[in-house]
Protein backbone atom coordinates (compact mmCIF):
# COMPACT_ATOMS: atom_id res chain seq x y z
CA UNK A 1 0.00 0.00 0.00
CA UNK A 2 2.82 2.26 1.02
CA UNK A 3 4.51 1.71 -2.78
CA UNK A 4 1.54 2.52 -4.58
CA UNK A 5 1.28 5.83 -2.25
CA UNK A 6 4.81 6.79 -3.22
CA UNK A 7 4.16 5.51 -6.97
CA UNK A 8 1.03 7.95 -7.42
CA UNK A 9 3.25 10.79 -5.80
CA UNK A 10 6.05 10.58 -8.20
CA UNK A 11 3.17 10.50 -10.67
CA UNK A 12 1.87 13.43 -9.75
CA UNK A 13 4.78 15.30 -8.99
CA UNK A 14 6.06 14.38 -12.80
CA UNK A 15 2.70 15.43 -14.40
CA UNK A 16 3.72 18.87 -12.60
CA UNK A 17 6.78 19.28 -13.40
CA UNK A 18 5.94 18.42 -16.91
CA UNK A 19 3.43 21.13 -16.79
CA UNK A 20 5.46 23.54 -15.48
CA UNK A 21 8.16 23.32 -18.74
CA UNK A 22 5.43 23.93 -21.08
CA UNK A 23 4.38 26.82 -19.00
CA UNK A 24 8.18 28.47 -19.01
CA UNK A 25 9.46 29.55 -22.35
CA UNK A 26 12.93 28.23 -22.81
CA UNK A 27 14.93 30.74 -25.58
CA UNK A 28 17.87 28.78 -26.87
CA UNK A 29 18.63 30.67 -30.15
CA UNK A 30 22.22 30.79 -31.22
CA UNK A 31 22.45 34.03 -33.10
CA UNK A 32 26.30 34.06 -35.03
CA UNK A 33 27.52 37.79 -34.95
CA UNK A 34 30.24 39.13 -37.09
CA UNK A 35 33.38 39.67 -35.55
CA UNK A 36 34.73 43.72 -35.49
CA UNK A 37 35.10 43.75 -39.04
CA UNK A 38 31.91 42.11 -39.95
CA UNK A 39 33.28 38.51 -40.64
CA UNK A 40 31.87 35.76 -39.45
CA UNK A 41 32.92 32.38 -39.03
CA UNK A 42 30.82 29.12 -40.32
CA UNK A 43 28.81 27.60 -37.66
CA UNK A 44 25.21 26.60 -37.08
CA UNK A 45 23.90 29.62 -39.34
CA UNK A 46 26.63 30.19 -41.36
CA UNK A 47 27.58 28.59 -44.26
CA UNK A 48 31.19 27.76 -45.04
CA UNK A 49 32.04 28.96 -48.16
CA UNK A 50 32.72 26.04 -51.25
CA UNK A 51 35.42 25.94 -53.43
CA UNK A 52 33.70 26.17 -56.41
CA UNK A 53 37.16 25.61 -58.71
CA UNK A 54 41.17 26.23 -58.36
CA UNK A 55 44.45 25.56 -59.59
CA UNK A 56 47.02 23.09 -59.44
CA UNK A 57 49.90 24.66 -56.81
CA UNK A 58 53.11 23.74 -58.30
CA UNK A 59 56.15 22.95 -56.24
CA UNK A 60 57.76 26.04 -55.78
CA UNK A 61 60.77 26.69 -58.33
CA UNK A 62 63.76 27.50 -56.64
CA UNK A 63 63.58 25.28 -53.64
CA UNK A 64 66.55 23.00 -53.79
CA UNK A 65 66.60 19.72 -55.82
CA UNK A 66 66.02 17.76 -52.43
CA UNK A 67 62.69 16.66 -52.08
CA UNK A 68 61.11 18.76 -49.15
CA UNK A 69 57.88 18.46 -47.77
CA UNK A 70 55.55 19.82 -45.88
CA UNK A 71 52.23 22.05 -45.15
CA UNK A 72 50.79 25.34 -45.20
CA UNK A 73 48.01 26.70 -43.59
CA UNK A 74 46.08 29.74 -44.64
CA UNK A 75 43.38 31.94 -43.52
CA UNK A 76 40.85 33.87 -45.16
CA UNK A 77 38.29 35.85 -46.06
CA UNK A 78 36.37 34.61 -48.62
CA UNK A 79 33.92 37.69 -49.54
CA UNK A 80 29.90 37.94 -50.17
CA UNK A 81 31.09 37.90 -53.79
CA UNK A 82 33.49 35.04 -53.39
CA UNK A 83 36.43 36.89 -53.52
CA UNK A 84 39.59 35.82 -51.51
CA UNK A 85 40.71 38.89 -49.28
CA UNK A 86 42.82 39.41 -45.70
CA UNK A 87 45.08 36.15 -46.05
CA UNK A 88 47.26 35.07 -43.71
CA UNK A 89 49.51 32.43 -42.81
CA UNK A 90 48.43 30.52 -40.06
CA UNK A 91 51.28 27.71 -40.65
CA UNK A 92 54.56 28.56 -42.50
CA UNK A 93 56.32 25.89 -44.82
CA UNK A 94 59.19 28.38 -45.80
CA UNK A 95 58.82 31.45 -47.37
CA UNK A 96 58.85 30.27 -51.21
CA UNK A 97 55.65 27.69 -50.49
CA UNK A 98 53.96 30.06 -48.38
CA UNK A 99 53.93 32.27 -51.29
CA UNK A 100 53.25 29.84 -53.68
CA UNK A 101 50.43 28.61 -51.55
CA UNK A 102 48.88 32.23 -51.67
CA UNK A 103 49.05 32.75 -55.26
CA UNK A 104 46.84 29.54 -56.29
CA UNK A 105 43.93 30.37 -53.36
CA UNK A 106 44.19 33.93 -55.08
CA UNK A 107 42.90 32.05 -58.38
CA UNK A 108 40.50 30.19 -57.19
CA UNK A 109 36.77 30.40 -57.26
CA UNK A 110 34.56 30.35 -54.33
CA UNK A 111 30.82 30.35 -53.71
CA UNK A 112 30.14 32.93 -50.32
CA UNK A 113 28.86 31.78 -47.42
CA UNK A 114 25.52 32.15 -46.36
CA UNK A 115 23.52 33.56 -43.18
CA UNK A 116 19.52 33.28 -43.98
CA UNK A 117 20.61 33.01 -47.93
CA UNK A 118 22.19 35.90 -47.89
CA UNK A 119 25.76 36.03 -49.11
CA UNK A 120 27.89 37.32 -46.02
CA UNK A 121 31.61 37.56 -45.90
CA UNK A 122 33.37 34.22 -44.03
CA UNK A 123 37.07 33.49 -42.29
CA UNK A 124 38.03 29.39 -43.86
CA UNK A 125 40.86 27.89 -43.52
CA UNK A 126 43.40 26.29 -46.38
CA UNK A 127 45.72 23.58 -45.99
CA UNK A 128 48.37 23.28 -48.76
CA UNK A 129 50.49 19.84 -48.93
CA UNK A 130 54.11 19.85 -50.91
CA UNK A 131 55.10 16.35 -51.40
CA UNK A 132 58.68 15.45 -51.86
CA UNK A 133 58.03 13.95 -54.65
CA UNK A 134 57.27 17.49 -55.91
CA UNK A 135 53.76 16.98 -57.35
CA UNK A 136 51.04 19.67 -57.81
CA UNK A 137 48.76 19.77 -55.52
CA UNK A 138 45.85 21.78 -54.81
CA UNK A 139 44.03 23.51 -51.98
CA UNK A 140 41.74 22.19 -49.08
CA UNK A 141 39.56 23.93 -47.17
CA UNK A 142 39.74 23.26 -43.58
CA UNK A 143 36.24 24.31 -41.87
CA UNK A 144 36.94 26.04 -38.36
CA UNK A 145 34.06 27.16 -35.94
CA UNK A 146 35.80 29.92 -34.08
CA UNK A 147 34.11 31.47 -31.08
CA UNK A 148 30.82 30.84 -31.15
CA UNK A 149 28.42 30.76 -28.43
CA UNK A 150 28.19 27.25 -26.43
Do not use: C
Not at 84 to 93: A, D, M, Y
Amino acid sequence: MRQAKYAWALIALTSIAVKAQDAIPVSRQVHQAPDKDGVYYAGPEVTAPRLLSTVYVPYPSGVPAKGIQGMTVLAMVIDANGITEHVQVLHTHSEAFDQTAIAAVKHSVFEPGRLADKPVPVWIDIRVVFRANRSQTTPEVLITERDLPV
